[in-house]
């Protein structure tokens, strides 16, 4: 059964999209079959895996609000061992549509349970708010990984999450652990990077991963040519960190592993 692990934070800009894209290529790298699915209407995990704008295309939306099975809509992408369920601007209607529909929080869990049998690991980039995709895709996760860019009051946004996933907990899905916390945008040259990263370390303790994802010119170039970095530039230190963070995460799978079914971390 596939571990669904969340790329989320209610704060824009931090990485999640790169980060969805790099730790699945990844993970499907290392030969663990792979389904990243994106949940933002913007597209940008869509896109930047491969596949640019195309009306004809189906995508979560039908998924989500015309209950078209998800073999239908699955793509194969260029990396071996990982597909994608694409999004497209629809999604923003689905947001809209599902506010009266019956356990509207759960849609997104039962589409998954159709293919979670396929896959090792599920990666689900979330968009950069508090909405019902959100809350769909928080509610079908086994865990959260939180992208947390390295600048001022990053600490404050981090804890505002929290909070959420907190309630989350309470209300949608008690088994919701935090997967970590990962800085991304890190400059070590900036004694601002260094202080934010200092910081979070000393507030969160082992939740945030060793693995820091790098300030990174080939990093940043490679969605608008539709690869992963490892496609891109495999010697870049971009692909260098997210394979690092890749086997952290699998890292903490094993150990829950080892731990038993059913146990989740504060």
Request: neutral net charge; hydrophobic residues 40%; contains cysteine.
């Amino acid at each position: 059964m596939g571990r669904i692990i969340a790329i989320a934070n209610q704060k824009g800009g931090v990485g999640k999209t790169t980060t969805a894209i790099n730790i699945a290529a990844s993970l499907a790298i290392f030969e663990q079959r792979t389904l990243l699915i994106d949940c933002d209407p913007q597209a940008n995990a869509t896109a930047g895996i491969g596949f640019p704008k195309d009306p004809g295309r189906r995508t979560l939306y039908q998924a989500l609000i015309l209950a078209e099975p998800l073999d239908r809509i699955i793509l194969k992408t260029q990396v071996e061992g990982l597909d994608l369920l694409p999004a497209d601007k629809n999604l923003v209607g689905a947001a809209v549509e599902l506010v009266s529909a019956e356990n509207r929080e759960y849609r997104l869990k039962k589409l998954i349970e159709q293919v979670r049998d396929s896959y090792a690991y599920i990666i689900m980039d979330c968009p950069p708010a508090l909405d019902l995709l959100t809350l769909n895709a928080l509610t079908a996760a086994d865990s959260v990984l939180v992208p947390i860019q390295c600048e001022y009051l990053a600490l404050e946004g981090v804890s505002e999450l929290l909070d959420t996933l907190m309630r989350i907990r309470r209300t949608l899905n008690p088994g919701l652990a935090i997967e970590g916390i990962v800085l991304t945008m890190y400059d070590e040259r900036t004694t601002l990077s260094r202080q934010v990263a200092s910081d979070l370390r000393s507030f969160f303790g082992s939740q945030v991963f060793q693995s820091v994802i790098p300030r990174n010119v080939r990093l940043a170039e490679a969605p608008s040519h539709g690869k992963p970095i490892h496609i891109y530039d495999i010697h870049s230190r971009g692909a260098e960190a997210y394979i690092n963070l890749a086997k952290e995460v699998a890292s903490n799978g094993e150990k829950r592993i080892g731990k038993g079914a059913g146990s989740s971390d504060s």
